[in-house]
């Protein structure tokens, strides 16, 4: 191809150029929606790579040419064994499986004006107000003490139901309004409505004790009904408020993917199709989906544990017996697959247009993530990001670049410091998404096509 004197970003669209062609990228986007719609939270999401990597004959055992582990259910590493010894580098796909969302607290039952509404602590970044007055969907698992796991999902299907936040009506709101958005939406008020009656009894139950008569009450008895469990068992519970419903099409050309959780879910399936379709070659090459990003990557199963280290220390014996660790790491090459903020066409003013990320122009490089003089950032080497350059150009893969918002106004962080952190060659690269963190997100279909197709040219390089 020839090249231009001027650059300008490729559209995705224009080259989704047959019929044919976007019929699979079409069919990618219904199977990337079914995906979306059943993994609502870490675990589902873990649960549902570790079914399609046992279908593809991956195995937990360390031996063989494809292999995985699984960390608690909330991350999992797997890899598959290429020609050229371990020690000349993995090439590397790191994504996220958990997602903003309202968790239950510890002791979240409380009755007040004739409903019972569990307490939340919101997890990760949410504006609150986009979580009042919808349908929620609770996802989970109790715990009972003997160590049994209850799994919880309840307000999907349609004849099931679901929760809600009440929201305050405009007639009452005239106060609100004036306030600031982060006072006027209190955290201590995204409490979920679970009940609603006391129990009908027929008048023959006991009052001996005052709250007999109680929703709460009545409520412990349907959760014990459906699940065996006692209000104690929510203590050791992890509960989690999500938006109910499937993710779908959006818009008459059904161009969009709406839905909950695609950040970074959209990378997470990206990265999987890509491990799974990529031709074998020289390489080895891994994905590592870690917990715990939207809340800085710490703890045992984000970013920052030992996790990842392990599982490539489990590799070198089988792939390249008595080297060391560090070399592998340092030629290493690895994508951080997340995703980054479309230019949103309400809100342009807060982008600077040139260096923002367009839907509908492949999966985008940010080549460095903080903010405010690129602080707190892992920056990418120009030889790498040239390499990365040159390998989508070459397969006729449209990509793009952007920074999150103008400087001294937006930034953000990804788990790319965390693998910098090993001294491999490590950059940004996902699709971009408008409505970024709210219960709808929107991703492009030619964006979910193209990073599919990147990512794979990334494996088989
Ligand atoms: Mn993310
Ligand atoms: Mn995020």
Redesign the pocket.
């Given at each position: 191809m020839k090249k231009k004197f001027s650059y300008q970003p490729q559209s995705a669209w224009k080259k989704l150029n047959t019929p044919a062609l976007r019929k699979k990228a079409e069919a990618l986007a219904e199977r990337y929606i079914e995906f979306l719609s059943a993994c609502k939270t870490e675990r589902e999401t873990v649960d549902y790579i570790c079914r399609r990597l046992r279908q593809e004959k991956y195995d937990e055992k360390f031996s063989g040419e494809r292999v995985f582990r699984n960390l608690r259910g909330k991350a999992v590493f797997a890899a598959r064994r290429g020609s050229a010894p371990l020690h000349e580098g993995l090439a590397l796909i790191a994504a996220?499986v958990d997602t903003p969302r309202l968790d239950f607290k510890q002791r979240p039952l409380v009755e007040q004006s004739d409903v019972v509404q569990a307490k939340t602590h919101y997890y990760g970044g949410i504006r609150k107000h986009q979580w009042l007055a919808r349908h929620l969907a609770l996802h989970g698992l109790v715990v009972r003490e003997n160590g049994e796991k209850i799994p919880v999902s309840i307000g999907e299907k349609p004849d099931e139901p679901v929760f809600c936040i009440a929201d305050l009506l405009p007639h009452l709101a005239q106060k609100q309004g004036n306030q600031k958005l982060n006072e006027a939406f209190e955290a201590e008020k995204l409490n979920v409505i679970l009940a609603h009656s006391s129990s009908t009894g027929g008048g023959n139950e006991q009052q001996s004790e005052k709250n007999e008569n109680s929703v709460k009450e009545h409520l412990l008895k349907l959760l014990h009904a459906k699940y065996g469990i006692y209000e104690e068992d929510m203590i050791t519970a992890e509960l989690q408020a999500v938006p109910a419903g499937p993710a779908r099409f959006v818009g008459f050309d059904k161009a969009l993917v709406g839905g909950y959780g695609q950040?970074?879910r959209i990378c997470v399936f990206a990265a999987l199709e890509a491990l799974l379709r990529a031709k074998p070659g020289a390489r080895n090459r891994a994905v590592i989906f870690w917990d715990k990003?939207?809340i800085g990557s710490e703890g045992a199963t984000g970013a920052s544990s030992r996790f990842f280290e392990y599982c490539v220390e489990n590799l070198l014996p089988s792939v390249s017996p008595a080297r060391r660790l560090a070399e592998v790491f340092l030629n290493s090459r690895a994508l951080s697959a997340?995703?980054q903020a479309a230019l949103d066409p309400d809100f342009q003013d807060l982008h600077e247009k040139q260096n923002a990320a367009r839907l509908g122009y492949g999966p985008c490089f940010s080549k460095f993530t903080g903010s405010r003089g690129k602080y707190g950032a892992s920056e990418a080497d120009a030889e790498y990001f040239a390499f990365l350059r040159g390998l989508l150009n070459a397969k006729d893969i449209p990509w793009q670049t952007a920074e999150l918002g103008k400087v001294d106004q937006g930034g953000g962080g990804?788990v790319a410091l965390f693998l910098a952190a090993y001294g491999m060659r490590v950059i940004d690269f996902g699709p971009p998404v408008l409505s970024m963190h709210s219960p709808c997100e929107l991703a492009s279909c030619a964006d979910i096509w193209f990073a599919v197709e990147a990512y794979k040219a990334f494996f088989e390089a």
């Open positions: 996220h950040d970074d990003e939207e997340d995703v990804t």
